[in-house]
């Protein structure tokens, strides 16, 4: 704890207390971890269950939905797969310069461009982890809203839509370490649930009849085209690797616990994702790709709750990660957690009224794959080759960029 008193909004010569709003202020910079660099504490088990819960979320799964019948079933799962340990090679060299560090991703881009010149990616970072937030509050209200729906008859998927985001914001400005400690017990909820639509589906139908699912090419999705969006999705992803590694013990932790972790979350929610749209195909029905209301509609209720838990999960950590990219910025003056916070949090509840979005989603991810690779690719060119950056983190923070010291 500081010695020094905590600002405050008194004036000066008056007896009275800081103002409410200055004391949750204090309060939440006090206590976020979203400013400067952090010496993390969390074992291999507990960063592997954080990227578990991460990414065992509705986009991940619905992004399988795109993908058959405009390739076989098989060919789907085998490019999930090769995707994704392609793409998460790059999100675990990245993470572990935050647990070297101490520092969150777009405080890292300091090293590589310096101050001015990480304006940009940071930027850029904040636009598509705002689309993120869009996308999945509306994949939760329009989830929800079927549900409702069905049981009353009242229909509002924008309604829906903001008030899960309204949720979320609170979450993230609140509830973000709380989000934090829970999230491994939601994903175990999560793949209980997942398992039993493995079951349903398997049982069904034999695992024959999906690999005899024949392909359509009017889909308008290749070999090519699947393993390019399955690859953007984990690049999506590494923007915020830093701040999840940056919590492992050690480098060891960091390293197994995001390559375990992501590599088999990704693979179980996309191939849900594709199993259950076949499925759906195989009993006669339409494959609307990126539709939740679609799967929802064939295997019920459980499938909804995986839908809102995984997006109140994982959203709160992505409106999260925005506002610790804005706080991070600029080291010299630093940016207060709450006002940020509510003017993105205010943003990310407007612009869940959009659900025109959905139907952009494979060219969202191709935005960002062309935005961040070049930029990951020189960061870790500048960090692991031209400077060979040592492994303290306070010599990393330094290299970093960053003006701030290590976290004792």
Known sequence: MSSHPAPTDRA???????SPWARLSNHLDENTDGYGPLRGTLPTGRITMIWLAANLVV?????????????????ALGLILLGTLLGGAVLVLVGNMGTRTGLPTMALTKGAFGLRGSFLPVAANVVVLMGW????????????NHVVAQATGFSSPVLFSVLAQLVVVGLAIFGHSGIARVEPWLALVILAIMAWIFVVAFTTHPVGDFLALSADPAAGWTSVSVLDVVIATAI?????????????????????????????????????????????????????????????EAFGAPLAVV????????????????????????????????????VLGAISVVGATWLGLLDQFTAFLTVIGALFVPVFAVMLADYYVVHKAPTTPTSCAVAAGSTGTAAG
Do not use: C, H, K
């Open 307 to 342: 839908v809102f838990l995984s997006v109140m999960a994982t959203n709160t950590m992505v409106v999260y990660g925005m506002v610790s990219s804005v706080v991070n910025m600029v080291p010299s003056s630093r940016i207060r957690f709450l006002p940020t916070a509510l």
């Open 59 to 75: 986009t991940t799964l619905l992004t399988g939905t795109l993908f058959v019948p405009g390739v076989p079933w098989a060919t």
């Open 133 to 144: 937030s869009w996308v999945q509050a509306m994949l939760a209200g329009v989830t929800v």
């Open 12 to 18: 000066p010569g008056t007896r009275s207390s800081a």
């Open 236 to 296: 999506s992803w590494t923007v915020l690797s830093a701040e999840f590694n940056r919590l492992a013990r050690t480098q060891a932790a960091g390293v197994v616990g995001s390559a375990v972790g992501y590599t088999l979350s990704t693979t179980l929610a996309m191939t849900l994702g594709a199993t259950a749209i076949a499925w759906v195909v195989l009993e006669g029905g339409e494959a609307v790709p990126f539709d939740p209301t679609v799967i929802v």
